[in-house]
């Protein structure tokens, strides 16, 4: 039996890639769309920073919010384009079989569609909220932690 190598699998387009990937900008467009909208509806000094407690220790304009949405939306791209690269994703466990390396790209493009909401997250904590609370940004965190726990099990029991 001749022993998988995943440096050697080639992925193309699907259509289950396709349909990530228009999920993927539609999610996009729809985020980006919601912070313009907070930002053009922000005072003019909003939170930038949340001390241990959760109380604001930093100010600033509430373009400063886009930095960080910014480096996130970046690195979701970059997960939708890693799903054409599995080699470099980075897996829990040995990759043994083809149907594992098929789990490790459905789990990066998840992630890279996740990571969208964190975004969103982050300017509606900041921008938004009355008395801001961390509670968005943990349920994205949240959510992240499930989807890898989840396709982690998968991954395994697809030995």
Not at 62 to 79: N, W
Not at 86 to 100: A, D, E, L, M, V
Not at 118 to 142: C, D, H, K, N, Q
Request: hydrophobic residues 55%.
């Amino acid at each position: 039996m001749e022993k998988f190598d995943i440096k050697k699998v080639k992925v193309h387009r699907t259509v289950e890639a396709t349909i990530f990937e228009i999920v993927f900008a539609i999610v996009a467009i729809i985020v980006w769309g919601l912070i313009i909208w907070m930002i053009h509806l922000a005072p003019d000094i909003v939170p930038t920073h949340f001390d241990g407690s959760g109380k604001a220790n930093a100010y600033g304009s509430p373009m400063d919010i886009t930095i960080p949405c910014i480096i996130i939306t970046i690195a979701a791209l970059g997960c939708m384009v890693l799903a054409y690269y599995p080699r470099y994703i980075n897996s829990i466990g040995k990759i043994t079989n083809i149907r594992q390396v098929e789990l490790n790209i459905r789990s990066i493009r998840v992630a890279g569609i996740t990571l969208l909401l964190m975004a969103l997250a982050i300017a509606y904590t900041m921008l938004r909220m009355e008395s801001p609370t961390p509670f968005p940004i943990l349920a994205v965190v949240g959510l992240l932690l499930v989807e890898i726990i989840v396709f982690a099990i998968l991954i395994s029991k697809a030995c």
